[in-house]
């Protein structure tokens, strides 16, 4: 399904944004990603508990929860400092545009205190189960993926490429990267510096950044019911968001060419997305790693050994594990 008529800033050919030489080292800034101030999100909490359009308790004490549900809505509050209410503001807008389906925006707000602000939203709450839970989730996954890769081709077609943070922009690529830099500097220079070699000069989109079958998607049979949560990422190339699905999903079972078929990727998509899927399985392995995750990290072990086994020991660095005699072998 799309839309009756196209919105109005439906990108033209020409005015397709490029993607420039990626911040590989950090040259041009450091993205900071700490928590907040803890007082102010449950200030930020206790406001939009208060906003008239969440319609569950409001009187309950509260201690760091980040969402509260209602009835028909949910209560978010901004936990670190680089989540962007812009960012949130164009999810809404995408919502509308493009047709995807996502909870509406129905209040938001800051809290301001000594120049730090926290902003606070109520959203319509979405139903549907996450894709990676219940009774049916492995044999639904296949035509999760593809459903999930309809939505997300929507997105990247019909959302608006000028508007919002850019992974080429200083800082970027190494939040990308992040967790993986925090343990292992070199491990992620590397993945950052082929990710640049690989998207250079590509053509970007709107991008989700952070939507996966098992991960801010909810689904009624295989029907996507909600698009969550967006990433920090908001412009960048289209297979760069389609891959980061796919590494997440290859950790459930899932597969490169359910996701692929779904998205109906060109054969240049599916030259870029075999190119990025070995440096999105190493985050994603780095992360199930150190969550302890370990039919995940089997599965994407084994899919990377098969391809690019000189990554393994990157990913062993970046879960910070390495150090401890931990044995790429074991994957
Ligand atoms: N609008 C919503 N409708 C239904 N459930 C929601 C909604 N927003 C959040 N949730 C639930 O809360 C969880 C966390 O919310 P999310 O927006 O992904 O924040 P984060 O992952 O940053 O904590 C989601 O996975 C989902 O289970
Ligand atoms: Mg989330």
Redesign the pocket.
């Known amino acids: 399904m799309s839309p009756a008529s196209p919105p109005a800033h439906t990108t033209r050919r020409d005015d397709v944004p490029r993607c420039r030489r990626l911040d590989v080292g950090d040259d041009g800034a450091v993205l900071p990603t700490d928590e907040l101030d803890p007082v102010l999100c449950q200030e930020a909490m206790r406001q939009a508990l208060a906003s008239p359009r969440f319609d569950g308790d409001a009187g309950q004490p509260r201690g760091m929860e980040?969402?509260v549900?209602g009835a028909a809505t949910?209560a978010?509050v901004q936990?670190r400092v680089h989540e962007r209410l812009d960012v949130l503001l164009e999810f809404d807008e995408l919502r509308r545009v493009a047709d995807v389906p996502a909870?509406a925006l129905l209040d938001h707000g800051t809290v301001d205190k000594d120049g730090v602000s926290v902003w606070w939203t109520v959203?319509?709450?979405?139903r549907g189960e996450?894709g990676d839970r219940g009774a049916h989730a492995t044999e639904l996954l296949p035509s999760r993926q593809r459903a999930l890769a309809r939505v997300l081709r929507r997105w990247h077609t019909y959302g608006d490429a000028a508007l919002g943070p850019r992974l080429d922009d200083p800082g970027m690529a190494g939040l990308f990267f992040g967790e993986i830099r925090a343990r292992a500097p070199g491990a992620a220079k590397q993945l950052a510096a082929e990710l640049d070699a690989a998207c250079r000069g590509t053509e970007m989109a709107a991008v989700h950044g952070d939507a996966a079958v098992g991960h801010?998607v909810?689904f009624q049979g295989a029907d996507v019911t909600?698009v969550?949560?967006p990433g920090a990422v908001r412009v960048a190339p289209p297979m760069l968001c389609l891959g980061w699905a796919v590494a997440v999903d290859l950790g459930l079972g899932g597969s490169v060419d359910a996701a692929g078929a779904g998205y109906a990727a060109s054969t240049a998509d599916r030259e870029l997305l075999h190119r990025l899927l070995p440096l999105l399985v190493t985050r994603r392995l780095a992360d199930m790693r150190r969550l302890g995750d370990t039919s995940a990290e089997r599965r994407l072990g084994a899919w990377l050994r098969s391809r690019r086994p000189e990554l393994l020991d990157l990913a062993v660095a970046g879960s910070g594990s390495g150090g401890d005699g931990a044995e790429v072998g074991t994957f």
């Open positions: 980040r969402v549900a949910v978010k936990r909870p959203l319509e709450r979405a996450h801010n909810l909600a969550l949560d």
